[in-house]
């Protein structure tokens, strides 16, 4: 897996060609390439080929090692090709009855078929200092791998069950629909149908006392039909899992109502029931994981601390924001250096170099900030410091300066 070059080719919605024909043509137009910038997505109408710039939107490239952002293709690399489209209808509600005379419909899950242009750029917007995202994708990789060999279960065990866990805002629900979107991509030569399911844990507590065990075994029987089709991968999404999942000693002691460990109880039988399917994975957050049950952690097969970006997550985070200013406009067109040319030249300050320390250096004024808090910054800086229609970079950098330190101090007000 860590040699192989993924190539992912997003085909026009429109287009009536067939992947084989799309695979050839792209392999047609790389083949003219010497080296491929791995942080540059090949836009279609910007290709040699016609075919391309007719049915292709665009042409992107992932490694899981992250050596150099520049690969050659005379190096003897792997190439996977996958070609999709990204799907545009708007995301379904999902409901089911609550109470024995079905009187009351509730809202338990939104479901969305993928890939969906909901989710476009989000895998590539969330930036991690450890191989998070790849690890994850090696993760589901080897639970398809296991599946298809019929690996007895009852002799090597996994639950097919992801926990994500951390303090809010640092980007754990993004993740999770992030992953199922670039696994709707990555295997769609293995299966023909993508879905993403996001239960609304709260809509599952009823009025009716002793009736939300029962919700949640309904809900589970709605997400079993989905399963019966083994050509269907299902991600289900629980986010802020701690309130399904609450510990039940709580309940023991007295502190949380008995209804709360039937609820418990329903979801850990449920799970049980569903890890039989070989086409589900169970993503799920939690922004308090003390108040998680036991039992249900134990059934995590990974369970990964998610926590606030690193001075070098933040500054790639804060790039690719002015990256996305400067494609708008709104910031005029100078360089910001990736970390790695810095590093590479021991971040000597020069008229090349300056902006981009620069932003280094609002980097490390930034660590503490959550990633949601991060991506307000360049918004806030222009709102509340510029208002004007277009900025250059250091007016910009200025702002963002101005725009950090008010978050900071309206945090620490926040604490009083």
């Given at each position: 897996m860590s040699h192989v070059l993924h190539i992912e080719v997003c085909q026009r919605i429109d287009s009536l060609l067939s992947v084989e024909e799309i695979n050839k043509e792209v392999q047609d137009e790389l083949r003219m390439l010497n080296t491929l910038d791995l942080c540059s997505p090949i836009?279609?109408?910007?290709?040699?080929?016609?075919?391309?710039?007719?049915?292709?939107?665009?042409?992107?490239?992932?490694?899981?090692?992250?050596?150099?952002?520049?690969?050659?293709?005379?190096?003897?690399?792997?190439?996977a090709l996958h070609v999709y489209r990204l799907q545009e209808e708007e995301p379904a509600m999902e409901t089911i009855c609550d109470g024995d005379n079905n009187s009351d419909e509730l809202p338990v899950a939104t479901h969305w078929v993928l890939p969906s242009l909901d989710f476009k750029g989000l895998w590539e917007s969330l930036y991690y200092d450890s191989d998070i995202k790849e690890n994850l994708l090696s993760f589901v990789e080897t639970t398809i791998l296991f599946s298809d060999r019929q690996i007895d279960a009852n002799i090597i065990s996994w639950n097919r069950v992801v926990l994500l866990h951390g303090p809010p805002g640092t980007g754990k629900t993004s993740l999770c629909k992030a992953l199922a979107q670039k696994l709707a991509i990555r295997f769609n030569d293995r299966y023909s149908h993508f879905a993403l399911v996001e239960i609304n844990s709260h809509s599952l507590f009823s009025k009716w006392f002793s009736e939300s065990g029962k919700l949640v075994m309904k809900m589970f029987g709605e997400l079993k039909q989905l399963l019966e089709n083994p050509d269907a991968l299902v991600c289900v999404l629980i986010d802020e899992v701690e309130s399904l999942a609450h510990a039940r000693k709580s309940s023991v002691s007295g502190t949380e109502p008995s209804d709360s460990i039937r609820v418990v109880n329903a979801l850990l039988t449920q799970l049980d029931h569903i890890k039989r399917y070989q086409n589900v994975l169970i993503l799920t957050t939690s922004n308090v994981t003390e108040a998680i049950d036991l039992a249900f952690v134990d059934r995590a097969d990974i369970k990964q601390y998610i926590g606030h970006p690193s001075e070098i997550a933040i500054y790639k985070i804060y790039q690719s924001c002015i990256k996305e200013l400067t494609k708008a406009q709104i910031i005029e067109n100078e360089d910001i250096l990736d970390i790695s040319h810095l590093k590479a030249n021991g971040y000597e300050e020069n008229s090349t170099t300056r902006h981009s320390l620069r932003l280094l250096e609002l980097s490390r004024e930034s660590v503490g900030l959550s990633g949601r808090a991060l991506r307000k910054i360049p918004f806030l800086a222009h709102s509340l410091y510029l208002r004007t229609k277009t900025a250059n970079l250091s007016q910009f950098l200025r702002a963002m300066h101005l725009a950090v330190t008010k978050h900071k101090e309206d945090a620490m007000e926040q604490t009083y």
């Open positions: 836009i279609g109408k910007h290709c040699s080929n016609n075919v391309l710039r007719d049915h292709v939107e665009s042409i992107s490239f992932y490694r899981s090692i992250n050596e150099s952002t520049n690969v050659s293709l005379n190096d003897g690399i792997e190439l």
